[in-house]
Nanobody, 124 residues
Framework: VQLQASGGGLVQAGDSLRLSCAAS????????GDWFRQAPGKEREFVARIHRSGGTEYLDSVKGRFTISRDNAKNMVYLQMNSLKLDDTAVYYCAADRLVLSAVPRGGDGVAFWGQGTQVTVSS
């Protein structure tokens, strides 16, 4: 099982980035795709989720700026991040879960697989 995140980088406030996560070794279409992030000195926090049914959920502070999507044919999940802010600076991790739609794994509980992180740095 592998979740390979990519697409991070150094950008200026207001810029956009698109993170990608490639899943392998399991039947991705049966899982929800998740993004979490962890900033220096802070706890990991849930960012977005796209359920296997297509339903989405977002952290309040990214609503309207971030969009999560998936391509089951390619075993990929994406996170389009627009209007980036300094507070979005963090290591972003992709993950997968098999929870029901209403059980959003905001604390990370119930996540079945974790990927490695990709650094996103937003400068002023």
């Amino acid at each position: 099982v592998q979740l390979q995140a990519s697409g991070g980088g150094l950008v200026q406030a207001g810029d956009s980035l698109r993170l990608s996560c490639a899943a392998s070794g399991f039947r991705f279409r049966d899982y929800s795709g998740d993004w979490f992030r962890q900033a220096p000195g802070k706890e990991r926090e849930f960012v977005a989720r796209i359920h296997r049914s297509g339903g989405t959920e977002y952290l309040d502070s990214v609503k309207g700026r971030f969009t999560i999507s998936r391509d089951n044919a390619k075993n990929m999940v994406y996170l389009q991040m627009n209007s980036l802010k300094l507070d979005d600076t963090a290591v972003y991790y992709c993950a997968a879960d098999r929870l029901v739609l209403s059980a959003v794994p905001r604390g990370g509980d119930g996540v079945a697989f974790w990927g490695q992180g990709t650094q996103v740095t937003v400068s002023s």
